[in-house]
């Protein structure tokens, strides 16, 4: 399985901007992706995940509200839409599958970086 982002860049506080994860070398269904960030000299911390069946998404109360997640089932594809960012919002955002429930995020993307700044 190999994850790939795309889309980080510099924005100024309250853009927004729209992060995409390809999946390769996966044809099923995972129970579910995630997107999480790092920022720097913090750890890495969870954003948000999506049941890949259901759609049904999961957010960090850091960003509930501004940020949005989708998928395409078809191009197989996971979307991290951000609105109204803010500076504390800059990290290395990276997206993670799960194959099964019972199993933890195992497979990692690179990361892409965002940052906020005026």
């Known amino acids: 399985v190999q994850l790939v982002e795309s889309g980080g860049s510099v924005v100024q506080p309250g853009a927004s901007t729209t992060l995409t994860c390809e999946i390769f070398?996966?044809?099923?269904?995972?129970?579910?992706m995630g997107w999480f960030r790092q920022a720097p000299r913090k750890e890495r911390e969870f954003v948000g995940a999506?049941?890949?069946?259901?759609?049904?998404?999961y957010f960090d109360d850091s960003v509930k509200g501004r940020f949005t997640i989708s998928r395409n089932v078809g191009l197989h594809t996971l979307s991290l839409q951000m609105n109204n960012l803010k500076p504390e919002d800059t990290a290395v955002y990276f997206c993670?599958?799960?194959?099964?429930?019972?199993?933890?995020?195992?497979?990692w993307g690179q990361g892409t970086q965002v940052t906020v700044s005026s």
């Open positions: 993670a599958m799960k194959i099964k429930l019972t199993e933890a995020f195992g497979s």
């Open positions: 070398g996966y044809s099923f269904s995972p129970y579910g």
């Open positions: 999506i049941n890949w069946d259901s759609g049904t998404t």
